[in-house]
């Protein structure tokens, strides 16, 4: 440290004051690094290291169980068409963080081994400050825009909260968990646009090391130029940027296409029977040798016979074509069957297409990017089997393609809609593939559960349970000010099983780490009665299923008016509690009817019910101008709000009935049959940290059948298939129901076969 004697006689000065060093001093007092190294405010070499247990909360084996399953050794099928053994591809539902975090440190790290290594990630983070990540539904042949979930937009937002410092911190720590989880033969891609493109760089360099950067790939949005200020030249392209772990890195040529022209140069052909034919094929227009050949004795078919590449290739495969013995076979060979099947690609993509409103593949879904873009990445740096990732998964593009070219992949977002919208979509590309007769995976969604809600809390989800009972219960105190806050009502001392009052309604809230049990609404209304209070409202993370509509009802004919209502991840983000931002939902209701016949059973849908509000009917309505309009959700319908020339205001319900609100359903036949294992992570009798299975008491949701609402069909079963049981006997069967926000609701009912 080269510090004379004044200057260090006034840090020691500054430092008792409490006061901020100059600038000087950054160089002096630390020691320098050996490279350019990128800094920033608040920048830490800390990474977060937590392990919590995913839960595992549906599991997807077949699209359709009406549909006959076919046998696919490559996946290790069984008989009924359902994974019995190998990989199964995982949608994970939370902080990417945390969700990192867990898989690097966690068991999950062994199953990821165990299939290969992750090869690649690829990553689309949130690159524009100003980005609307509302989505639009359809509602009545109208548009309802549903905003992001607080817990999104506060993400989102705020990672801009100090600019480009906060949102560099933000990537830093993820790309740090990102390359300490991939393979060493593994690459990552980051997709990233002018606003952040130079701050990645440097990260990606610090973080992946400089060496290790191979290219940046420059995307030239075809028919996507954003116009932007008219003073300035329009935006162009994203930049793409790709760095492997290792030296040991996988890549594989990548071809663009050719342009689709003929040449009347003939290939000659033998039939299997041996009649020999020439054959135009497509091409390039890139030079060519001056070849000659003989082709006396060779006939030409009526009209000529024109193929594309790919038939030719799989001719040649098969030793069908005829090559002729000459100096140039080789070139001949190679001209042919290479470079026509178009030019090699370099780093400029200017061939890709934006998505359009026609596009089959598009979701609806803010920011989605094209399948074959993720097609190209997909070929060039990993090969068939392999395990990709993403954990900015949003739509789930980099899933579907995974799916499509026969790759594993772990997707992860922290939008409940964006999980939803991949679910479908992934049902979606096993639908296409089961019916063109190609293997395809199961996967599972998971999430981080009551853990994540528990570790927000401050309660440290590794200790054993009586230590973790015993944490729970000295932040008690702290958990419930967070919720009652949020709820905006009072806390009440010495009145259980109540915690609070808001106005004449007294509020219980649910534990932090288990679901709102029957027992405790029954408690709840008679110790209401006892004092003479007819509201009560009850607020918890989940609920026993089934209590909805029937305990709503009990208590009402007993004179107790009763709310049951989800409390949102929200209230864990302070900003969000601060901005009064935080909306608890009430429990959405489900009915439905079963039909069994011998051994078989259907589930027909009967009712459903919410009551959603997104915003102020009487308030939009005042400050919207004549001849205006917009849609909305006010006490559990979406309505739209019109007001004419005179300013009339009027009021049209769009959901007229209770499906208007349902956009997906599926069912579990035998709900009870797959008990739902954690692997807790927890210190052992000698401190060492150990893996331990154990049973939550809960079971696995596997969606054996289900309907759906897409963008081009917006139609809904209201009645399974038929299930056929192994056997006569009592079995639980599980209805899970979604609606247009991406909420959902579970029914079980037992049955007799």
């Known amino acids: 440290m080269d510090l004379t004697n004044d200057e260090k006689r006034e840090v020691q000065a500054l430092v008792a004051k409490g006061e901020a060093l100059p600038e000087k001093y950054r160089w002096k007092l630390f020691a320098q690094p050996r490279q350019t190294e ?102 009545g042949g109208e548009t309802l825009t549903k905003e992001a979930s607080v817990i999104e937009d506060v993400a989102y937002r705020d990672t801009w909260g100090n600019g480009a410092d906060s949102f560099i911190s933000m ?62 030249l329009s935006t162009a392209y994203d930049s793409i940027y790709w760095y492997s772990k290792s030296d040991k890195y996988t890549f594989n040529q990548i071809w663009r296409p050719a342009p689709e022209e003929y040449i009347e140069e003939q290939f ?97 879904y803010p920011t989605q990017k094209p399948e074959a873009l993720l097609e190209r990445v997909i070929n060039a740096s990993t090969n068939s089997g392999d395990l990709i990732a993403d954990f900015f998964a949003g739509s789930g593009t980099t899933l579907a393609t995974s799916e499509k070219l026969g790759r594993k992949w772990i997707g992860c977002d922290l939008g409940r809609f964006g999980i939803h919208t991949t679910r479908k979509r992934m049902i979606g590309v096993q639908r296409e593939l089961k019916k063109a007769n190609k293997p395809y995976r199961s996967f599972e969604i998971l999430n981080l559960g009551k853990y994540e809600r528990q570790f927000f809390a401050g309660i440290d989800p590794t200790l054993p349970e009586d230590q973790r009972r015993v944490e729970s219960n ?52 008679e110790a209401a009665l006892k004092i003479g209070v007819n509201s009560v409202d009850i607020i918890g993370f989940e609920f026993e299923m089934g209590l909805t509509p029937h305990a709503v009802e009990e208590a009402r004919d007993r004179g107790v008016r009763l709310a049951l209502r989800y409390i949102p991840k929200d209230v864990f983000d302070k900003r969000a509690v601060d901005k009064n931002q935080v909306v608890f939902y009430d429990v959405a209701y489900v009915q439905v009817e079963t039909k069994a016949k011998t051994l078989s059973l259907t589930v027909t849908l009967a009712d459903f019910g919410v009551s959603y509000r997104q915003e102020d009917s009487d308030k939009i309505a005042g400050e919207m101008r004549p001849k205006g309009s917009k849609v909305t959700v006010d006490q559990g319908q979406v309505v739209k709000i019109s007001k004419d020339a005179a300013g ?102 037992e049955v007799t076969i």
């Open 38 to 139: 990128l800094i920033w405010p608040g920048k830490t070499s800390e990474v977060t290291n937590v392990v919590l247990p995913f839960q595992v909360i549906e599991h997807v084996d077949e699209p359709r169980v009406e549909s006959v399953a076919t046998t696919h050794d490559l996946f290790a099928t069984g008989a009924s068409g359902r994974q019995s053994g190998g990989w199964t591809n995982k949608l994970i539902w939370g902080d990417n963080k945390l969700v990192l975090s867990s898989l690097k440190n966690g068991p999950l790290r062994r199953e990821i081994e165990a299939a290969g290594g992750l090869k690649l990630v690829y990553i689309d983070p949130p690159f524009d400050v100003g980005a609307d990540f509302s989505f639009d539904i359809e509602v």
């Open 171 to 232: 990537i830093s720590e993820r790309l740090h968990l990102i390359r300490d989880l991939l393979s060493e033969e593994g690459s990552v891609y980051v997709h990233c646009d002018w606003r952040v493109n130079s701050h990645i760089r440097l990260v990606l360099d610090e973080v992946m090391g400089g060496h290790n950067f191979r290219n940046e790939i420059v995307w030239r949005r075809k028919g996507g130029t954003a116009l932007g200020d008219m003073n300035q």
């Open 268 to 364: 000659r052909y033998n039939d299997p029977d041996g009649r020999r034919y020439m054959i135009n094929v497509m091409r390039s227009p890139s030079p060519r040798p001056n070849l000659k050949y003989d082709y006396k004795g060779f006939k030409t078919p009526p009209n000529g016979w024109a193929v594309p590449l790919a038939t030719m290739q799989k001719m040649d495969s098969e030793n069908r074509l005829h090559f002729p013995d000459s100096k140039d076979k080789q070139i001949y060979k190679k001209i042919y069957l290479d470079e026509y099947a178009g030019q090699q690609a370099n780093n400029l993509w200017t061939d890709i297409s934006t998505l359009k409103g026609g596009a089959v593949e598009l979701v609806g």
């Open 474 to 525: 000295r932040k008690q105190a702290d958990y419930l000010a967070l919720i009652l806050g949020a709820y905006k009502c009072e806390p009440m001392n010495q009145s259980p099983p109540f915690h609070g009052r808001k106005g004449s309604t007294l509020v219980c809230v649910g534990p932090i780490d288990s679901p709102v049990t029957r027992s405790l609404v029954s408690e709840s209304v």
């Open 648 to 749: 009339t205001v009027t009021r049209e319900v769009l959901t007229k009935k209770w499906t208007d609100w349902i956009d997906y359903w599926s069912v579990d036949f035998d709900y009870h049959s797959k008990q739902e294992i954690l692997t807790v992570t927890a210190p052992d009798a000698s401190g060492n940290m150990v893996h331990r299975p154990q049973w939550t008491g809960g079971y696995v949701f596997e969606n054996e059948w289900q309907s759906f609402r897409t963008r081009r069909d917006r139609n809904l079963e209201l009645t399974s298939a038929a299930h056929t049981y192994p056997a006569k006997g009592k079995y639980f069967v599980a209805v899970k129901v979604i609606d247009i926000f991406g909420n959902d609701t579970t029914k079980v009912v």
